[in-house]
Nanobody, 128 residues
Framework: EVQLVESGGGSVQAGGSLRLSCAAS????????MAWFRQAPGKEREAVAV????????HYIDSVKGRFTISRDVAKNSLYLQMNSLQPEDTAIYYC?????????????????????WGHGTQVTVSA
Protein backbone atom coordinates (compact mmCIF):
# COMPACT_ATOMS: atom_id res chain seq x y z
CA GLU A 1 0.00 0.00 0.00
CA VAL A 2 1.38 3.39 -1.00
CA GLN A 3 1.54 6.01 1.70
CA LEU A 4 2.58 9.65 1.40
CA VAL A 5 3.18 11.62 4.59
CA GLU A 6 3.85 15.35 4.48
CA SER A 7 5.63 17.39 7.12
CA GLY A 8 7.21 20.81 7.52
CA GLY A 9 4.22 23.09 7.34
CA GLY A 10 3.73 25.96 9.75
CA SER A 11 3.16 29.67 10.16
CA VAL A 12 5.58 32.28 8.88
CA GLN A 13 5.59 35.96 8.10
CA ALA A 14 5.67 37.26 4.55
CA GLY A 15 9.15 36.93 3.11
CA GLY A 16 9.94 33.88 5.19
CA SER A 17 10.80 30.34 4.13
CA LEU A 18 9.59 26.82 4.78
CA ARG A 19 10.70 23.42 3.56
CA LEU A 20 8.08 20.76 3.09
CA SER A 21 8.94 17.07 3.07
CA CYS A 22 7.00 14.07 1.82
CA ALA A 23 7.97 10.57 2.90
CA ALA A 24 6.77 7.92 0.49
CA SER A 25 6.43 4.21 1.15
CA UNK A 26 5.03 1.24 -0.72
CA UNK A 27 6.23 2.33 -4.16
CA UNK A 28 6.50 -0.64 -6.53
CA UNK A 29 7.08 1.00 -9.91
CA UNK A 30 10.49 2.02 -11.20
CA UNK A 31 9.51 5.60 -12.02
CA UNK A 32 7.02 8.15 -10.80
CA UNK A 33 5.85 11.64 -11.47
CA MET A 34 5.57 13.42 -8.14
CA ALA A 35 4.05 16.76 -7.33
CA TRP A 36 3.13 19.29 -4.71
CA PHE A 37 -0.42 20.61 -4.81
CA ARG A 38 -2.10 23.23 -2.67
CA GLN A 39 -5.64 24.14 -1.83
CA ALA A 40 -6.66 27.43 -0.28
CA PRO A 41 -10.07 27.93 1.40
CA GLY A 42 -12.79 28.25 -1.20
CA LYS A 43 -10.46 27.46 -4.08
CA GLU A 44 -9.76 24.41 -6.18
CA ARG A 45 -6.72 22.27 -5.58
CA GLU A 46 -3.90 23.32 -7.88
CA ALA A 47 -0.57 21.84 -8.82
CA VAL A 48 2.35 23.94 -7.63
CA ALA A 49 5.36 21.98 -8.84
CA VAL A 50 6.06 18.67 -10.54
CA UNK A 51 9.16 16.50 -10.93
CA UNK A 52 9.71 13.44 -13.08
CA UNK A 53 11.87 10.52 -11.97
CA UNK A 54 14.76 9.70 -14.25
CA UNK A 55 14.99 13.02 -16.08
CA UNK A 56 14.48 15.11 -12.94
CA UNK A 57 12.56 17.54 -15.16
CA UNK A 58 10.71 20.09 -13.07
CA HIS A 59 7.72 22.31 -13.82
CA TYR A 60 6.19 25.12 -11.79
CA ILE A 61 3.15 27.31 -11.96
CA ASP A 62 4.00 30.90 -12.80
CA SER A 63 3.14 32.31 -9.37
CA VAL A 64 5.89 30.28 -7.64
CA LYS A 65 8.64 30.32 -10.26
CA GLY A 66 11.87 31.64 -8.80
CA ARG A 67 10.59 31.21 -5.24
CA PHE A 68 9.83 27.48 -4.88
CA THR A 69 12.08 24.53 -5.67
CA ILE A 70 10.90 20.94 -5.88
CA SER A 71 13.40 18.14 -5.38
CA ARG A 72 13.31 14.38 -5.21
CA ASP A 73 15.53 11.92 -3.36
CA VAL A 74 14.75 8.57 -4.94
CA ALA A 75 17.08 6.68 -2.59
CA LYS A 76 15.20 8.03 0.42
CA ASN A 77 11.84 7.83 -1.35
CA SER A 78 11.26 11.44 -0.45
CA LEU A 79 10.00 14.62 -2.07
CA TYR A 80 10.72 18.15 -0.95
CA LEU A 81 9.48 21.66 -1.61
CA GLN A 82 11.70 24.56 -0.61
CA MET A 83 9.55 27.68 -0.41
CA ASN A 84 11.22 31.08 -0.19
CA SER A 85 9.86 34.62 -0.24
CA LEU A 86 6.50 33.33 0.96
CA GLN A 87 3.50 35.57 0.50
CA PRO A 88 0.04 35.57 2.14
CA GLU A 89 -1.44 34.20 -1.09
CA ASP A 90 0.68 31.07 -0.60
CA THR A 91 -1.46 30.20 2.42
CA ALA A 92 -3.03 26.80 1.80
CA ILE A 93 -2.95 23.14 2.67
CA TYR A 94 -0.10 21.58 0.71
CA TYR A 95 -0.40 18.01 -0.56
CA CYS A 96 2.13 15.55 -1.89
CA UNK A 97 0.95 13.45 -4.83
CA UNK A 98 2.38 10.70 -7.02
CA UNK A 99 1.57 8.58 -10.04
CA UNK A 100 3.59 5.84 -11.78
CA UNK A 101 5.09 7.34 -14.90
CA UNK A 102 7.16 6.00 -17.80
CA UNK A 103 10.76 7.15 -17.84
CA UNK A 104 11.38 9.76 -20.50
CA UNK A 105 7.81 10.96 -20.74
CA UNK A 106 7.27 14.58 -19.77
CA UNK A 107 3.95 16.35 -20.31
CA UNK A 108 4.63 19.35 -18.15
CA UNK A 109 2.15 19.55 -15.26
CA UNK A 110 -0.29 16.63 -15.53
CA UNK A 111 -3.96 17.21 -14.63
CA UNK A 112 -4.97 16.71 -11.01
CA UNK A 113 -7.01 13.62 -11.89
CA UNK A 114 -3.88 11.88 -13.18
CA UNK A 115 -2.43 11.53 -9.69
CA UNK A 116 -3.50 8.37 -7.88
CA UNK A 117 -1.66 8.65 -4.57
CA TRP A 118 -2.17 11.52 -2.14
CA GLY A 119 -0.97 12.54 1.27
CA HIS A 120 -3.23 14.09 3.90
CA GLY A 121 -1.69 17.53 3.59
CA THR A 122 0.19 20.02 5.74
CA GLN A 123 -0.97 23.54 6.52
CA VAL A 124 1.10 26.54 5.45
CA THR A 125 0.02 29.93 6.77
CA VAL A 126 1.74 33.15 5.72
CA SER A 127 0.88 36.34 7.53
CA ALA A 128 1.39 39.83 6.14
Amino acid sequence: EVQLVESGGGSVQAGGSLRLSCAASGFTHASYCMAWFRQAPGKEREAVAVVYDGSDNQHYIDSVKGRFTISRDVAKNSLYLQMNSLQPEDTAIYYCAAVPWPVGSDIGIPPTAAFVYWGHGTQVTVSA
